[in-house]
């Protein structure tokens, strides 16, 4: 789950562009942010797990240049993000793969599939692999854990003798290396003995015999994976909640505010009928996603002014949404936050932040991001493309830039306005220059990074955790 993650962030640090140098807005006078949220059309609140066609998003992927949203209005799709899907694609395959990035979603004023002016949808963080003994070992993945309800069976552990039970999660019980058990007796009455196979001869819901129960923690049909069942070519056969057949999908906690309300809610969105199809409209809205990249570190994603876009289609009489487009902007704030995360190739380190990487390091030349004018004070300081705040782009700038290779990070933010804002320590903790405040104490740095992602969604069950 860590690597993949960490992979993952890959695809999410490639969030850069190319953008004309400097801004040519009156200073004078101060325009309305680019992205206005929509008031909330009327009809039925968003009541987590009270709404209809609940579905999970099965594929994921960056999108091409030409797949990008005009966010800043100039006519021109705005997705530098495409110059690394090759990059990132596979990380995020992982992901999906490996069930730790699952975005369940959950509509709301729409009991049938029509246009309809006012339609209203949540997106949450889901679960699919768990860990519930708490043995270092996730459910439902390779490898994975074949009992997650005993912390002392998991893959790796030692086999021991006797006690009928498969201790090391090979698929056999009380084996001797790789010679199974000659025992012929069948104590647990499910039919199958251990010399015939049975992985678990104590429980009669786990015997080769049976089929996988999903999210039950066992392996039921001693394959040696808990809530998972594969063919020869790797493919899923049983617990997949990537196909059309629904599986049950746990909501994180983490997706609810205090309120109990969903982080990501759009509040305004419209289904139009075009040429016999039904297309999706929403947005712009706040994307926040909680992302755990590991146990400690919860990297918290944002993308403001996203859009969704898509064609809705019937699959066994639920509406799922194939075509889908997520576009917006990563900005320069939420970009310094994401910490914690290691990535060699773009010198990425745990200290440094996403910000770091893109403006200060290798990654804004691998990106062709534009850069100030020799004639401007810092010369060469990378810059994002989207003018969020529209008072001129702004810069993110590594003073010592010619000092040690191995340390490159922003430290100083220059505004729109021509504001100099430097990193500054504060009771012996640096205050990054991209929290600052303007005078009417706003956040100063928001302009930031297209993005686009392609994705479709499959039916799902949503549940809440027990």
Known sequence: ?????????????????????????????????????????????????????????????????????????????????????????????????????????????????????????ALYLGLYAFDRDEDGRDTAVNDGDCNDHVAEIRPGNPELPGNRIDDDCDGLADEDGETPSADPDDMDGDGVSLAAGDCDDTNAMISPELDEICGDGYDNDCDGVADRTEDEQGNHIACNPYDATPDEVTIDPRSFDTDGSPFIQFTSGEITSEGGKLKLTAGPSLFQIAVPVTRDIILDLKITGATIEGDLELENGRVVIKNGRLGGVIDARTADTIRGLTFEDIMLKPEDSLLDAIFGNVLGSLLVLPAQRPSDPYPGCRMPDIDVDRDGREAFCDTDADGDPETKVVDLCIDGDGTEIRDEVVGGVVKQCTEALDDKGRPRFVDGISVEINFSTASADLVRQP
């Open 1 to 121: 789950m860590q690597r993949s993650f960490a992979l993952l962030m890959r695809g999410w640090a490639a969030v850069a562009l190319v953008a004309a140098c400097g801004g040519d807005d009156d200073p004078t006078e101060e325009l309305p942010p680019l992205f206005e949220p929509k008031p909330e059309c009327a009809g039925d609140s968003i009541v987590p797990f009270a709404g209809q066609h609940t579905q999970l998003i099965n594929t994921l992927e960056i999108g091409a240049v030409e797949d990008g949203f005009d966010l800043d209005g100039d006519g021109k799709p705005d997705n530098k993000l495409a110059g690394v899907g090759s990059f990132a694609g596979s990380a995020i395959t992982d992901a999906l793969n490996d069930f730790s990035l699952m975005i369940p979603i959950e509509m709301f004023d729409l009991p049938n599939a029509g246009a309809d002016a006012c339609i209203k949808f």
